[in-house]
């Protein structure tokens, strides 16, 4: 495995029974044997659920040291959650993330266990897609996979799986296992640049491989601790280049100041970028979320991130119930519907081979 990352963890948390595992021994001597000098701690605990030994409370500076631990783990569930509308089922290869974007929904999600964790059974898990491919079942909705369309897994529903992939191998695995399946497909979504591992592998089209992309401005404003532009620009092109089913998430969308020139922009830009790989890509798709927030994020937000200059204001925005039985803030509309022929248009104009799988 590579020996760098684009994620250096200060502080390495083994589960006991992860060190069962070949993944889990390769770790422990990696990072206990002093490999990574800048480890300051390494030790053992019963469970990778009850971390403690942590900053207390996850604001500011603890905030920080967290998101700089790593858990390394044994994934002991597997059933796995419904993950509309993005795929049928989440795939757990790692939670939580290096990046410290203000506006993540994990901020919420993962609430005060911020930190890092990666599972060291991955072909267990990868047993399981198996399990449920065979049987044909659909995430929860009781309702039987149609024959002509394979299930599908998302690899980035609760954390970034591409920073710790040189430490774990893990989304190699994943992509190799998929190849193989008839009736099951995976996609994971990543900022993070380091894929060199993914790009010889024989994968079949059965991958896609998307990159969160927004201004430049949105990212220096608001994306702390990942790439800039340019880095996931040429990420998106490697992987494209590497025969990848790719995509392009544009998320969050600000409906704010002069975003209307921005996008236009920054739609410019990618078309320039796809331009030389149109004949030979695969296929493209195009999320395009909008900008939304619930009063619990905002206020843990507000703690982590007090200068914080997210719009997160009631004014201007409307309140909408979430899949989970919770309002949401989103834009009202009327803005809505005007960013949606805005996208459309400019999709048209600049990326005219490229498939909506969300809009606004």
Same mark, same amino acid.
């Given at each position: 495995m590579p020996e760098s990352?684009? *994620?250096?963890?200060?502080?390495?948390?083994?589960e006991q029974a992860s060190l069962d595992y070949p993944l889990g021994r390769h770790l422990w001597d990696r990072f206990a044997g002093a490999v990574d000098r800048d480890v300051a701690e390494v030790r053992l605990i019963p469970s990778h659920n009850r971390v403690t030994g942590l900053p207390g409370r996850m604001a500011g500076a603890a905030y920080l040291e967290a998101k700089r631990t790593l858990v390394v783990g044994v994934r002991k569930g597997l059933d796995f959650a419904s993950c509309r509308p993005s795929a049928d089922?989440?795939?757990?290869?790692? +939670?939580?993330?290096?990046?410290?974007?203000?506006?993540?929904?994990?901020?919420?999600?993962?609430?005060?266990?911020?930190?890092?964790?990666?599972?060291?059974?991955?072909?267990?898990?990868?047993?399981?897609?198996?399990?449920?491919?065979?049987?044909?079942?659909l995430a929860r909705a009781g309702e039987l996979a149609r024959a002509d369309r394979p299930i599908s897994f998302e690899g980035a529903a609760v954390g970034d799986p591409v920073p710790v992939e040189p430490l774990t191998g893990a989304l190699a695995e994943a992509v190799r296992f998929f190849a193989l399946q008839e009736n099951a497909r995976f996609r994971f979504v990543t900022k993070f640049?380091?894929?060199?591992?993914?790009?010889?592998?024989?994968?079949?089209?059965?991958?896609?491989?998307?990159?969160?992309?927004?201004?430049?401005?949105?990212?220096?404003d608001f994306d702390h601790g990942t790439p800039p532009l340019e880095t996931?620009?040429? +990420?998106?092109?490697?992987?494209?280049?590497?025969?990848?089913? +790719?995509?392009?998430?544009?998320?969050?969308?600000?409906?704010?100041?002069?975003w209307r020139r921005e996008y236009e922009a920054f739609f410019e830009r990618l078309g320039r970028? *796809?331009?030389?790989?149109?004949? +030979?890509?695969?296929?493209?798709?195009?999320?395009?979320?909008?900008?939304?927030?619930?009063?619990?994020?905002?206020?843990?937000?507000?703690?982590?991130?007090?200068?914080?200059?997210?719009?997160?204001?009631?004014?201007?925005?409307?309140?909408?119930?979430?899949q989970f039985g919770y309002f949401k803030y989103v834009y009202p509309k009327a803005q809505l519907d005007e960013a949606r022929v805005f996208f459309t248009r400019l999709a048209e104009r600049y990326l005219p081979e490229a498939a909506f799988d969300y809009l606004v």
């Amino acid at each position: 495995m590579p020996e760098s990352a684009s *994620f250096h963890p200060s502080r390495v948390l083994f589960e006991q029974a992860s060190l069962d595992y070949p993944l889990g021994r390769h770790l422990w001597d990696r990072f206990a044997g002093a490999v990574d000098r800048d480890v300051a701690e390494v030790r053992l605990i019963p469970s990778h659920n009850r971390v403690t030994g942590l900053p207390g409370r996850m604001a500011g500076a603890a905030y920080l040291e967290a998101k700089r631990t790593l858990v390394v783990g044994v994934r002991k569930g597997l059933d796995f959650a419904s993950c509309r509308p993005s795929a049928d089922y989440q795939l757990p290869l790692v +939670t939580s993330c290096p990046g410290l974007c203000e506006y993540c929904y994990l901020q919420t999600t993962l609430g005060r266990r911020p930190y890092v964790r990666v599972y060291v059974n991955v072909e267990e898990i990868l047993n399981r897609v198996g399990e449920l491919a065979r049987a044909g079942e659909l995430a929860r909705a009781g309702e039987l996979a149609r024959a002509d369309r394979p299930i599908s897994f998302e690899g980035a529903a609760v954390g970034d799986p591409v920073p710790v992939e040189p430490l774990t191998g893990a989304l190699a695995e994943a992509v190799r296992f998929f190849a193989l399946q008839e009736n099951a497909r995976f996609r994971f979504v990543t900022k993070f640049p380091d894929v060199d591992g993914l790009l010889g592998l024989e994968h079949r089209g059965h991958t896609r491989a998307r990159v969160t992309l927004n201004t430049e401005r949105v990212i220096r404003d608001f994306d702390h601790g990942t790439p800039p532009l340019e880095t996931r620009l040429d +990420t998106l092109a490697r992987l494209t280049a590497a025969g990848y089913a +790719t995509g392009v998430m544009i998320a969050p969308v600000f409906l704010e100041g002069d975003w209307r020139r921005e996008y236009e922009a920054f739609f410019e830009r990618l078309g320039r970028l *796809f331009g030389p790989v149109r004949a +030979t890509a695969p296929d493209l798709t195009l999320e395009v979320v909008t900008h939304r927030f619930t009063a619990t994020a905002r206020r843990i937000i507000l703690e982590r991130y007090p200068e914080s200059r997210l719009p997160m204001g009631e004014e201007g925005r409307v309140q909408k119930r979430g899949q989970f039985g919770y309002f949401k803030y989103v834009y009202p509309k009327a803005q809505l519907d005007e960013a949606r022929v805005f996208f459309t248009r400019l999709a048209e104009r600049y990326l005219p081979e490229a498939a909506f799988d969300y809009l606004v």
